[in-house]
């Protein structure tokens, strides 16, 4: 079977770094992805890492550890918008759906 | 646009009945799915289609139902049987070749019990 564990809640302030964990077994590994959903809304894909190593993409950027079953969505000079629920996902070689983490749910404040 | 449409954004059910909540996509997307999300949770898969007239059971399948007539409609029905189907159900679609491992959803469908 497969598990991930993120952290429910983080907070900060608007202009911050903030960082959020995500660590997963599985029995197998394609890769990790990162979703983003505001509330009440449908979640949007962010960013997918197969390989170790940090992709960026604008203010948000994903890393990878394969040998730590590790990885980390980074976002930038948070903006208000930005407060919303983020989810890690993982597929692994058996099977066809991806599983989700529960989420982390990002509180930013002025 | 093309996208994932679900509706009705809102749905209440009666003890004993079943309801259904549509999808469709016009992505051409092959693969479609059915989440469930449940507050502070995750999403849980409860059905997935490869291709037409083929469906697989998820992780949360029992009290429910689904069918894949037309490449573009995936339907849930929630039967009697699911105890406890008040959630928020998301619908997605993706390509099962290269892309697999992004998901596009739909708004989602607030379902509840009177």
């Known amino acids: 079977g497969q598990s991930l564990e993120q952290p429910s809640e983080v907070t900060a302030v608007e202009g911050a770094i903030v960082q959020i964990n995500c660590t997963y077994q599985?029995?197998?590994?394609?890769?990790l992805s990162w979703y983003q959903q505001h509330d009440g809304g449908a979640p949007t894909f962010l960013s997918y890492?197969?390989?170790?190593g940090l992709e960026e993409t604008g203010r948000f950027s994903s890393f990878l550890s394969r040998s730590d079953s590790y990885g980390y969505l980074l976002l930038q000079e948070l903006q208000m918008k930005d407060s919303a629920s983020y989810f890690c996902a993982v597929r692994d070689r058996g099977y066809s759906t991806l599983t989700f983490g529960k989420g982390t749910m990002l509180l930013v404040s002025p | 646009d093309g996208g994932i449409t679900q509706s009705p954004k809102y749905l209440f059910r009666k003890e004993g009945q079943n309801v259904t909540l549509s999808c469709e996509q016009n992505l051409n997307h092959d693969a479609m799915y059915w989440y469930r999300q449940d507050p502070g949770q995750g999403l849980r898969l409860i059905y997935y289609?490869?291709?037409?007239?083929?469906?697989q059971k998820g992780d949360i399948a029992e009290g429910y139902s689904v069918s894949r007539e037309k490449k573009e409609s995936f339907p849930l029905t929630v039967t009697s049987a699911q105890k406890n189907p008040t959630a928020f159900y998301l619908c997605?679609?993706?390509?099962?070749?290269?892309?697999?491992?992004?998901?596009?959803f739909g708004s989602g469908t607030q379902l509840s019990v009177l």
């Open positions: 997605a679609s993706s390509i099962v070749a290269a892309s697999r491992e992004k998901l596009f």
């Open positions: 599985t029995s197998g590994f394609y890769g």
């Open positions: 890492n197969a390989l170790d």
């Open positions: 289609s490869q291709i037409v007239n083929d469906f």
